[in-house]
């Protein structure tokens, strides 16, 4: 199937899920009215069995009303909140806090089906150890997640002392109670929803399975649109990226240059503690910054010369290049201010737009630098490299004019520490 293809199918689950949210309300609302209208009902007196067993008759009607509402309310809340959110990490986190908020939970792990080796892995968790995340893995049929992940079944453990069902896989060193739901998707399981251990203490009931279920249907249906997205995001990302080194290898002076400076940039951006948005977006697009220059002639890029005028005049049009190639691209809009602004300068005197000071993006003032050091420590056709002394002067050399002081500083510290 093409991306376009892949792309209409999100849409158009979208579209779905949007009316699921429209019609679930619809039906709690008509539930909620019966459930009122029941309640209005009274026996006075109990006439005999026909009327004992009427009012018993009502009030399971009612109790079950109760449930059937706060299963549709469940599934409205999640609906509601999942739909149309395709950043994956973000999705994950939106389903941990909603299930800590119907299950009064304190440990929940989502682990999801890794592709290339079939385990589970947690992808997402809350009251859980970082080693335990890096490090908890099980096969498919391993364990109760694996087990539940094969079968496609849920699990309710209250005491695991007392469990038989799983006595060959279960640690049985403490009394836990657990329940671990499956993520199914057109009939396949691609991750497990794990929850541990109530606030206070309470035990797991029949009615926290049914909303844990309930929620892992949901947000399975979500997880996978999700995981199809990214998997857009990084082919066309892939594409781009590779048409950069394809570029690079054309022009050996610069043959490693964007993966250099994406690497200077981010132990810059760490030395100044950048938020981890900022260093995400250095990760994904820092090679990017001159993608732009796939539009200029190689012959200019290689010139071992003096650039005429003209020339030079072309070199600078690289960063409105680079944005035209990405601006089509949603998820790529976010490298706009890198690929556009890195080669602005502190005093006003950069190109291609000649901001100054504030007006130059973060992130850009960190690639200019970042892109300047690359540069001194790189032959040219038209000289040889410096040596890392010597950019490191010039660096300082021009803080307060080409840069901005606040980032030479860092760049420095950090700069010094790197080993080449």
Request: include cysteine; hydrophobic fraction near 40%.
């Amino acid at each position: 199937m093409t991306k376009n293809g892949n792309l209409r199918i999100i849409a158009g689950v979208g579209k779905i899920q949007k009316t699921v949210v429209s019609k679930t309300k619809q039906i709690v609302e008509q539930l909620e009215k019966t459930k009122t209208a029941l309640d209005s009902i009274k026996v006075e007196k109990a006439v005999g069995n026909e009327a004992k067993q009427i009012a018993e008759q009502l009030e399971k009607t009612k109790t079950a009303l109760d449930k059937k509402i706060k299963q549709l309310n469940v599934l409205h809340k999640v609906s509601e909140t999942l739909t149309l959110q395709l950043n994956i990490e973000k999705l994950l986190t939106s389903i941990i806090r909603l299930i800590s908020q119907r299950t009064l939970t304190e440990k929940i792990s989502i682990m999801l089906v890794d592709k290339k080796t079939k385990q589970l892995r947690i992808r997402a968790a809350k009251g859980v150890t970082k080693t335990k995340i890096k490090t908890v893995k099980f096969k498919i049929g391993e364990g109760v997640a694996g087990w539940v992940a094969k079968e496609g079944k849920s699990v309710l453990i209250k005491n695991t002392l007392k469990e038989s069902r799983f006595e060959n896989i279960i640690t049985r060193s403490e009394k836990r109670q657990f329940i671990c739901v499956p993520m199914k998707v057109r009939g396949q399981t691609i991750g497990v929803i794990n929850v541990e251990e109530k606030v206070g203490g309470l035990a797991f009931t029949r009615d926290d399975l049914t909303i844990l279920a309930t929620i892992g249907y949901e947000a399975a249906i979500a997880v996978s649109n999700a995981l199809l997205f990214d998997e857009l995001q990084q082919s066309y990302f892939n594409t781009i990226t590779a048409l950069v080194r394809a570029m690079e290898a054309k022009e050996p002076y610069t043959q490693g240059h964007s993966d250099r400076v994406k690497k200077y940039a981010l132990a810059i951006a760490r030395e100044v503690n950048l938020s981890n948005e900022n260093i995400e977006l250095i990760k994904r697009f820092g090679a990017l910054h001159d993608i732009g220059k796939i539009g200029i002639p190689i012959r200019i890029l290689n010139k071992p010369d003096k650039l005429t005028k003209e020339e030079w005049k072309i070199i600078k049009s690289h960063p409105r290049i680079g944005v035209t190639i990405i601006e089509t691209i949603d998820f790529m809009k976010l490298a706009k201010p890198i690929i556009l602004s890195h080669h602005e300068r502190y005093d006003g005197k950069g190109y291609p737009m000649r901001l100054r000071d504030k007006k130059i993006p973060l992130l850009a003032k960190i690639f200019s630098i970042a892109d300047a050091y690359d540069a001194m420590l790189s032959d040219r056709p038209y000289r040889k490299a410096f040596d890392k002394e010597y950019a490191l002067s010039e660096l300082a050399r021009g803080a307060g004019t080409q840069f901005d002081p606040r980032f030479v500083r860092a760049a420095i510290r950090s700069l010094k520490k790197l080993k080449e």
